[in-house]
């Protein structure tokens, strides 16, 4: 594993308790700093900064709801002199199922979490990061169904897009400060996001990736990690591709 330099900078993750968002910050923990993991599992956020040491916090948090954002922003300056990253990882993928068939709540759910989640997050701690100078990384986790839409996934695919032009258009509001706001877009890892799925779409999913094989929790977290140091330094607004070679774009 090659060395980040994170040394004494402090990440919240968001999604923080499971899956990618767990994996992103063990590697940013291994690289010296320290993190916050908001979820709204409470209790498996606990489990999980308690595996990663005692530079690890959790926080119940609603990233849908702004009070709940707001209030976890406060609490995370209250065991962390300021935050230095933020990672959206928070994320669901609706049922797999043709768009005249889709639920209208599942629906709402899906861009509550996907897309308002990330609206809100960015929006309370880029204020907080200006108050600190102007100086910070976002990463945001898209998805490869946002640049190509998957089927069965219209919800899912529609949020993550939205997560592309969100990420491009705050990196350009903030390209003139230290805030540099860049997203990824994997193509299928195997985590426990995959219970939300039917076999017959992971099938689908894995048949997409020239590579033949999905991607790994720590293969992200290296991209990711990356792009939360200050090594990050020339690169805003852009779209990150971890798709094994589906998506190049």
Known sequence: MNQLDFAGRHAVVTGGATGLGLGIAQRLVASGGSVTLWDRDEEAALRAAQSLGPRAF???VDVAQQPSVAKAVAATLGHAPRIDALVNSAGITGPNTRLWDYPVDDWRQVMDVNIN??????????????KQGGQGRIVNIASVAGKDGNPNASAYSASKAAVIGLTKSLGKELADTGIRVNCVTPAAVKTAIFDQ??????AFMLSKIPMGRFGTVEEVAAMVGWLCTED??????AVFD???????Y
């Open 58 to 60: 959790a926080l119940k």
């Open 117 to 130: 989640g990330v609206f809100l997050c960015c929006r309370e701690v880029v204020a907080q990061m200006r």
């Open 197 to 202: 799925m039917t076999p017959e779409h992971i």
């Open 232 to 237: 990050c330094s020339f690169s805003t607004g």
């Open 242 to 248: 971890l798709s094994g070679g589906r998506s190049t």
